[in-house]
């Protein structure tokens, strides 16, 4: 898929200078950037995304699986259950044989939810990013994308754009551009 999109991105009249992706859209976001040429990066939203399976083995596959599926059982009705299940079964299986690989050099704006099945989402995601600012949504993977934590999203997301209009000036810590790092809570 990231083969594709590059191809696609590539063909722009104008180079993108944002990529957001949320979940495995996330991973895929990267993987995207990491497959252009000519020197120029987009930057990066990532939304409760993990660049890495969370562990090995059945036991953490059905873990995460359940849980997934426990947040998902939250916020929708059966029929829009079952086919989440089948998106989600494709999901942890494409990140069971996926590992982020490389680093992107531009911004990225990682939000994490305190609800994730990956709790070290920040962690996890900084070899991979030079330049990384953490923000966190107190709510589960599905609920980031539903009231009232939707609009704290876009909030994010906005001002994130707003600091590379105004040159991305640093605010806080070195490594972090347009906002100020939040540590991924633990839980």
């Not at 990013?129 to 997301?157: M, N």
């Not at 754009?161 to 540590?183: E, K, L, M, S, Y």
Request: proline share 6%.
């Amino acid at each position: 898929m990231a083969d594709r999109y590059a191809e696609a991105v590539a063909a722009l009249a104008t180079p993108a200078d944002l990529f957001v992706g949320w979940s495995l859209g996330g991973l895929l976001a990267f993987e995207t950037a990491q497959r252009l040429t000519g020197g120029h990066a987009p930057d990066l939203v990532l939304v409760d995304s993990s660049p890495a399976p969370v562990g090995d083995g059945p036991e953490v596959y059905d873990a995460v699986r359940r849980q997934v599926l426990s947040e998902a059982a939250d916020h929708m009705d059966a029929g829009a259950l079952a086919r989440t299940e089948r998106t989600v079964d494709a999901h942890l299986k494409a990140r069971t044989r996926h590992r982020a690989d490389g680093r992107h050099p531009g911004r990225t704006l990682l939000i994490t939810c305190t609800g994730s099945d990956d709790p070290r989402q920040a962690a996890r995601w900084s070899p991979h990013l030079a330049d990384v600012c953490v923000r966190s949504l107190d709510t589960d993977h599905f609920g980031v994308l539903r009231a009232p934590h939707l609009k704290q999203l876009r909030l994010h997301i906005q001002e994130f754009i707003a600091a590379r209009g105004n040159g991305g000036a640093r605010r806080t810590a070195p490594g972090t551009q347009g906002c100020r790092a939040v540590p991924a809570p633990l839980r």
